[in-house]
């Protein structure tokens, strides 16, 4: 007990004399309309006691990174209430941090998600979905809330595309996040391309699917992937394109 309050009487003068640079850093940072941690009751019934004075402190990364360790160990552990009260914690202490976000929701949209669809302990099998239901929705809430706090990072607009196309399989959603993602700076080549192949598996929108393909199909050979031909041949039949103005086999010789 006395260690404890020495401890949290070290952090709060160590906070103390950080105050005024703190204060400056905050000020910039409102400036150039970036969103920072709020330190009131929300934080504090979020994190914990020492973890709010430890954030107080200027602690928040080493407490985050404590955290994120117990996280993975609760993941071993497959006790998947801690996991998602520690990611809470991690992500509300570093609100600018992808990876926290991502592996969060990969947490429970993937791994425990799976773990309560497949939970042998579980005889019914709609209480199982439902279930799995629940933690994809506290994955998809995890994602919301880190585009929410970083607009212009394109990884977690990326995962949010794959939640929609491999959980939910909604093509239509899941072309959006990657077409979003695509814009954005410092975005990976092929996120066009993905969204694209979901347009193309999205129901009414196979015109404007098959238009990027085929536009994406006469930037050259880099791009006339596997997945691209076949989407592109199934649009040609399904929307009748003339055979003259279909694209040629590779084996085909003029």
Same mark, same amino acid.
């Given at each position: 007990?006395?260690r ?9 003068l ?9 204060? +400056? ?11 920072t ?10 994190? /914990? &006691?020492? /973890? ?17 360790? $117990? ?10 209430g ?12 570093q @609100? ?23 939970? +042998?302990? $579980? ?8 279930? &799995? ?21 394109? $990884? ?30 410092g975005? +990976? ?11 193309? $598996? ?19 050979? +880099?791009?006339?992937? @596997? ?20 694209i040629r ?6």
């Amino acid at each position: 007990m006395i260690r404890s309050l020495i401890l949290l009487f070290s952090l709060l003068l160590f906070g103390a004399a950080k105050l005024p640079g703190e204060h +400056s850093i905050c000020m910039s940072h409102q400036q150039l309309n970036i969103r920072t941690v709020r330190f009131d009751l929300g934080l504090r019934e979020q994190v /914990g &006691q020492v /973890g709010f004075i430890a954030a107080l402190s200027g602690f928040r990364s080493l407490v985050a990174d404590l955290l994120f360790i $117990q996280a993975h160990v609760a993941w071993e552990r497959t006790e998947w209430g801690r996991v998602f009260l520690l990611f809470r914690q991690v992500t509300t202490l570093q @609100p600018h941090a992808i990876l926290f976000w991502d592996m969060a929701a990969w947490h429970m949209a993937w791994n425990a998600g799976t773990a309560a669809l497949n939970d +042998s302990s $579980q005889p019914r099998l709609a209480l199982r979905i439902k279930a &799995q239901r629940d933690y994809l929705t506290l994955g998809k809430d995890f994602l919301e809330r880190g585009i929410k706090n970083n607009p212009e990072r394109p $990884q977690l607009y990326e995962a949010m595309a794959r939640l929609y196309r491999d959980k939910y399989h909604d093509h239509e959603r899941a072309a959006e996040y990657f077409e979003k993602a695509a814009s954005l700076p410092g975005a +990976s080549d092929y996120l066009k391309r993905f969204a694209a192949y979901e347009l193309a $598996q999205s129901a009414g929108c196979e015109n404007e699917a098959y238009d990027r393909l085929r536009m994406l199909y006469e930037l050259g050979e +880099s791009e006339r992937l @596997p997945t691209l031909i076949r989407l592109l041949r199934e649009l040609e039949i399904k929307l009748s394109v003339p055979i003259e103005k279909r694209i040629r086999d590779p084996d085909d010789r003029l």
